[in-house]
């Protein structure tokens, strides 16, 4: 009776083992590629905002999405508190000992540069011919209520 058991089992762990043959490389998956990979940001110069390679390469939806997407972020800080001098002095000190840097500290800084970047955004829908943006109108409307269903 304990053959029985016995034998069944070893086989089983060899063929188990009989996998794991050096060298063994099991086939590659057949997985859609990420079609749309991390974008680099571009930069600030002279207060103007210069897109990267990868932010031109956008087509026009992309472009109006992400547009849209930052308009969204500046309205929602509209209803937020100025941090008081010593939150921001101290996430300024904080942040290049943890690794952000404290970068949204400035929060004057960071609204300079989305809209720098909106401007950029605008002028390259307006380059490829698509349907521009009209970025005031737009910021001056309230804000969508929350719980809203898309």
Excluded: H
């Amino acid at each position: 009776m304990l053959v029985r058991i016995l034998v069944p089992a070893a086989l089983l762990a060899l063929a188990g083992c009989a996998a794991a043959v050096p060298g063994y490389m099991p086939p590659p998956l057949n997985e859609k590629k990420n079609p749309f990979p991390a974008m680099e940001g571009g930069d600030i110069r002279d207060g103007r905002y210069e897109m990267s390679a990868s932010e031109r390469a956008m087509d026009c939806k992309r472009l109006t999405g992400s547009m849209q997407i930052t308009i969204s972020r500046l309205k929602d800080a509209y209803g937020r508190e100025e941090p008081s001098a010593m939150a921001s002095t101290v996430q300024t000190w904080a942040g290049p000992v943890f690794g952000s840097g404290g970068k949204g500290a400035d929060r004057q800084a960071v609204y300079a540069r989305e809209r720098a970047k909106l401007d950029a955004y605008n002028e390259e829908l307006a380059a490829k011919g698509c349907k521009t943006l009209d970025i005031e109108a737009e910021l001056a409307r309230a804000p969508e209520p929350p719980g809203k269903k898309y």
